[in-house]
């Protein structure tokens, strides 16, 4: 997250004394930071030392179930009937799945207060299909509503609210950081004037909880999809102040300004996030292509190298048809894909598409679990025939 941002007390000087105003001593730096000590990190600065563990408790399997491995068919899951369940945890379904990445969805009724949680396999993408409410961290909290891309590094211990138990969220968790798309970024990393977005619309965390509180506090640490439970002696949230550049924060979709041309612009520039093995974009409402001759639905394309998955928010998808809200189209790297009958007739004169939707395409093959089979409509592939 190349902004740098600070909350709380920070000592002057980094590495150096940081007395408590009550005179018992030192606070706890901790450095936070991803690829060795090479990428973004954080310092910052705790009441206890945070390796104070004081029971492992047992650990649950969380390997998806893989059904399909070697696919190479057009899909279509139907997303919403993925089961609502009470824990945040528990409601998650992985639904497609490689070696960098997991999308999945998931469906929580409640918050998540009775134990915190850290991913500390993946960086994790959570979209706000349905719901609101705020995202609690080390480094602050982060109120989220329909339509927020969060984006939590790896090793931040949360939690969350909600403010209804009625929530669908689009998750991926990636085995490499999420970014900002490089093109967009200048030399000392500023988002450049040609960007669909910028700083100005990124949701930093604030309002720092700082508790100092003695106990029992378990965390559930994902690490080699194994979720382990570990009972730490002090509250996690026990941060007085950090600085840096690794911390959550987050983005609306509705803030994404998408660029048009005379005539259809690819799919990059769409982009919103990138990591080392898929992009994640968003389709907004926009004015369609003005040529006079323009064709706004895409033409068709060969994906050879990457497996498209779309993820489908709101309004009407142009160059689908029969799609609702919590669809997800995926189609293989391999054979070519494109509008469907009658989609690009459809489209000619048209001034303006309300589509919205999440699309991830990444660039190692898919598999399919268990639990996206039993979403898939299963007639999807056929759909393009005359
Ligand atoms: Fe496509």
Redesign the pocket.
Known sequence: MPIYHKLGKIPAKRHTQFQKPDGSGLYYEQLFGTIGFDGMASLMYHIHRPTQVMQILDSKDLNPKLADTHQLMMRKLIGFNVQAKDDFLDSRVPLLVNKDCIIGLAAPRQSLREYFYKNADADELLFIHKGSGTLRTQLGNISFEYGDYLVIPRGMIYQIDFDTADNRIFYIESHSPIYTPKRYRNHFGQMQEHSPFCERDYKLPENLETHDEKGEFIIKIKKQNQLHSLVYQYHPFDVVGFDGFNYPWGFSIHNFEPITGRVHQP?PVHQTFQTDAFVVCSFCPRLYDYHPQAIPA?YN?S?IDSD?V?YYVDGDFMSRNDIAQGHITL?PGGIP??PHPGAMERSIGKKETQELAV?V?TFRPLMLTEDALKLDDGKYFHSWID
């Open positions: 799919p895409p394309h994906n498209e779309i189609h894909h494109g699309m395409d």
